[in-house]
């Protein structure tokens, strides 16, 4: 307990010298998230793996084509994750259960308290008050923290580009649509509406009333109200969650716990860390107008 | 004072639905053409005439709103001795924009409505016909298997990428 405070105390102390200001909410431990944070509840219940929500995300995210058409139902034969030109993925699961196979769309959930936030050292993270988790690859150094951090192993690094490196993930369509209000494109798409968009306050009592109401179709738990501090994503199922690919071992403490963890294993980088890649990011970046040495503001808008 | 008859032709004929029906003309519609506004399906015509041959049960798709009284015991405790209503079509109560923030905030100013979680207008036809289709173990329930895709549709679905590399190539 009291080493973690400790560093916890580094971490803090450390990153206000580096980055001059630090709008991370670590100290709290009991952030419920933004009051007016969306979100949405995937019901995989009615979720039939057309993979229409993974086409729609590659449109509107501009990503590159993929290695086979979204119609093709042989991905299924393997379990995918999501990567830097895939920020979706619907894997399949139960396959041989008399009820059916049961589908799982997966992406970023944006957490309300993300550990890949919390882990980035140069701001590159930003959560906004919409509730999307948003990355800005202009002041990325490129060091992964994030995708060791994050509990659901979603950051995807993209290896194309060596020069400058990007760290790509579901934005919660946050450029395009999120931000005037409009749902994401994979929600629009769903033809079963699998997917429902809304405040996050409010699909959580939606999603227990559809198990109130329906006992026999849901297993009694929404995922995602409660686990690593609460996401924005929220899903229900049929069946225990541990069965459809779901870290059930997660605790509902946020996971900024386990990063103090990781970086207590390194105490004396820890000291130089926010230096190191405050070095490295300026090497690499070759801005002139960064005569400071540091990159108090996330531009979010020059992506 | 207009029949009920022509407040149901006159839901029906509304927006994208339109509705063919004999000469011997009656409020119900033999046939539907669904999906009339589709980007990426073509439009498809319903037979409607043989659904309500095969179903008998009106209220079995058209809730409380139609014929026979409900059955669903969740949706009788309210709606057990409803009579009828004006709006009968699908589109009458399901939204075709359920998530759009004049939907999520008109539904927010009526936080006391049971039906919050009532679903959009695509969501609620394909739960209610592929629904129906897979528990009675027929008729369609594949996508291309009501509305083909057009040519949209392919270019959204990267169909001439099918096979271009196996499915499992290795990120790195
Ligand atoms: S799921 Fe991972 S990448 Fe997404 S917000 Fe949470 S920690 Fe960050
Ligand atoms: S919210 Fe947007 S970026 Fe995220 S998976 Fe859906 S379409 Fe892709
Ligand atoms: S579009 Fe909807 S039904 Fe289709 S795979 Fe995605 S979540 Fe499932």
């Not at chain 1, 093709?72 to 393997?78: G, N, R, T």
């Not at chain 1, 060596?162 to 929600?187: E, H, M, Q, S």
């Not at chain 1, 109200?225 to 071992?249: A, M, N, Q």
Request: net charge positive.
């Amino acid at each position: 307990m009291k080493r973690r405070n400790f560093l916890k105390a580094c971490l803090i102390g450390g990153t206000t010298v580096a980055l001059g200001k630090t709008n991370k909410g670590w100290a709290s431990g009991s952030f419920e998230g933004y009051p007016e944070a969306m979100g949405v509840l995937v019901d995989t219940t009615r979720c039939v793996g057309c993979r229409s929500c993974e086409a729609a995300c590659n449109k509107e995210q501009s990503l590159p084509e993929p290695d086979t058409s979204f119609d093709d139902k042989s991905v299924f034969e393997e379990p995918r994750r999501p990567t830097a030109k895939a920020y979706t993925v619907v894997n399949e699961y139960e396959k041989k259960s008399p009820g059916g196979p049961v589908y799982r769309k997966m992406q970023c959930n944006h957490c309300n308290e993300p550990a890949c936030l919390t882990s980035c050292f140069v701001n590159a993270y930003t959560k906004t008050k919409e509730g999307a988790v948003i990355y800005n690859s202009k002041v990325c150094v490129g060091c992964r923290n994030c995708m060791i951090a994050c509990p659901f192993n979603v950051p995807g690094y993209d290896y194309d580009s060596v020069t400058n490196p990007v760290i790509k993930k579901c934005i919660l369509c946050y450029d395009t649509r999120l931000k005037v209000g409009k749902p994401p494109a994979c929600v629009e798409i769903c033809p079963q509406e699998a997917l429902t968009f809304g405040h996050r306050a409010d699909l959580i009592k939606l999603a227990h009333e559809r198990i109130r109401a329906n006992p026999d179709r849901y297993y009694d738990h929404v995922y995602g109200e409660k686990e690593v501090g609460g996401t924005s994503w929220l899903y229900l199922s049929r069946t225990e969650f541990d069965k459809i690919g779901f870290d059930t071992t997660l605790n509902n403490e946020p996971i900024i716990s386990n990063v103090k963890d990781f970086l207590g294993m390194v105490p004396m980088v820890l000291s130089i860390w926010p230096a190191l890649f405050s070095g490295i990011h300026l090497l690499s970046k070759h801005d002139t107008q960064q005569e400071h040495g540091h990159d108090t503001e996330s531009t979010q808008e020059d992506r | 004072m207009p029949s009920t008859k022509l407040l149901i032709l006159g839901a029906l004929a509304i927006g994208a639905i339109s509705v063919t029906s004999p000469a011997t003309a009656t409020a119900v519609p033999d046939s539907i053409t669904l999906n009339q506004n589709g980007k990426l399906y073509q439009p498809f015509s319903f037979d409607h005439a043989q659904h309500i041959l095969l179903i008998k049960e009106c209220s079995d798709c058209h809730h409380h709103t139609t014929g026979t009284l409900v059955l669903d015991p969740n949706c009788a405790r309210c709606h057990q001795n409803s009579s009828p209503t004006a709006v009968v079509s699908c589109k009458g109560c399901h939204s075709s924009t359920p998530f759009s923030p004049e939907t999520l905030a008109e539904k927010r100013a009526h936080k006391e409505r049971f039906h919050q979680d009532k679903m959009g207008l695509k969501g609620a036809m394909h739960e209610n016909c592929i629904g129906c289709h897979k528990k009675m173990g027929t008729g369609p329930a594949g996508c291309q298997d009501c509305h083909p895709r057009n040519a949209k549709g392919d270019a959204f679905y990267s169909a001439d990428r099918k096979g271009a590399k196996p499915a499992h190539a290795k990120e790195h």
